[in-house]
């Protein structure tokens, strides 16, 4: 039996034009070890945004009967010449319930399940049987949508944070679902953890799931109670969901200024405390600015992405973190959703301004069967 649906498709133009759409798809009867979900719910996370809008001017957006289009800056283009022309589906991961499997894999046939995979803002998704998690039993598909990036990067954080040596952490944009899930497990783990966040109101949500450390950027004397907490907790790494502009340089410098009060002799050269940066998302598209001589010679700054990350923790490690992600599903990696929106609405363009936003506190789940 096939199957006929939707999905949301991104495609870059050589003409410098980017344009959302809804494309009809026909999925033929899956091979012995597939199986075809109907697509339930399916957050949208930054990490689909950069695929779904990429290097596009959003304040350009046009429509064009059913399909939104935006202008993509020349400057922009260059890095983007492998996806010129690709009619690119989104949507990183989502729950759902298998509606066809191939002989291999019959027992799945009318569970629940979550994936993650790419093309999930779609009526169906076709996926081999070992890339889909069966959900527990009673599990809704918006509890068990959201179960592999922001879970797995948070574990993931603190799991490089033991690989690197470090004892505590350091975490930006943390009132945000990724961020909350954090604060939990370190609670758990017994990981110190120092919370910034913009708002006394983002604030108050990590106080009230237990969090110590919580810092607000925007207080005058934030880099002063900054010092404060890294030098408290230890903390010598940090994850960096804004990525543009100081704030970065500012945990650095923070990080500096607390091993300096430890240190009995003066040297030119700084601290010999080895300080990290990990970068891993881009909610500020400004350039990222380092201030290198408040932080002196010991520290690196790099990217941080899941999916090289699992490649380098192996699959015992991935293994485990999953189980405790289904133990813990609706309680540590519980996530909060603001707005459930239909399929076409995601290409309404106020709604798609309002997600675009990617404001802390704010997250938007897909359910394909609204409206």
Not at 33 to 48: H, M
Not at 154 to 162: N, Y
Not at 171 to 195: E, F, R, W, Y
Request: aromatic letters at 6%.
């Amino acid at each position: 039996m096939a199957f006929t649906g939707r999905e949301l498709r991104s495609t870059l133009g050589e003409d410098g034009t980017l344009r959302l759409s809804l494309e009809q798809v026909t999925y033929d009867d899956p091979a012995a070890d597939e199986v075809i979900v109907r697509i339930e719910a399916a957050p949208i996370n930054p990490s689909d945004l950069g695929l779904l809008l990429g290097p596009a001017q959003v304040d350009t957006l046009r429509t064009d009967g059913d399909a939104l289009v935006f202008e993509v800056p020349k400057g922009r283009l260059g890095s983007m010449k492998a996806r010129l022309g690709q009619s690119m589906p989104v949507g990183n991961e989502g729950a759902g319930t298998v509606v066809a499997a191939g002989a291999d894999a019959a027992a799945l046939m009318g569970k629940r399940v979550s994936a993650v995979g790419g093309a999930m803002f779609a009526d169906y998704r076709v996926l081999k049987a070992r890339d889909v998690v069966e959900l527990p039993e009673g599990t809704a598909a918006a509890d068990g949508a959201a179960i592999f990036v922001n879970p797995l990067t948070a574990l993931g954080f603190v799991e490089t944070m033991r690989r690197d040596g470090h004892s505590a952490i350091v975490h930006t944009a943390a009132a945000s679902n990724l961020g909350q899930m954090l604060q939990k497990i370190c609670l758990a783990d017994g990981v110190p953890l120092v919370n910034i966040v913009r708002s006394e109101e983002q604030a108050a949500i990590l106080r009230d799931i237990g969090a110590t450390h919580v810092v607000n950027s925007r207080d005058e004397d934030f880099r002063a109670k900054l010092t404060d907490a890294v030098a408290e907790t230890g903390a010598t790494v940090a994850f960096d969901a804004i990525g543009g502009g100081s704030l970065g340089s500012d945990i650095l410098q923070a990080m500096e200024a607390a091993a300096v009060r430890k240190m009995t002799e003066y040297s030119r050269y700084g601290s010999e405390q080895f300080k990290q940066l990990y970068i891993y998302g881009a909610l500020d598209m400004a350039p990222t600015t380092l201030n290198r001589l408040a932080f002196g010679f010991q520290w690196s700054v790099s990217g941080w992405l899941l999916t090289p990350f699992l490649r380098r923790a192996g699959m015992e490690a991935l293994g485990a973190m999953r189980q405790r992600i289904l133990a813990e599903l609706t309680t540590t990696f519980a996530s909060r959703y603001t707005r459930t929106i239909g399929l076409a609405e995601a290409l309404q363009p106020d709604v798609l301004r309002a997600y675009e936003r990617k404001a802390t506190g704010e997250k938007f789940l897909i359910d394909p069967g609204r409206g």
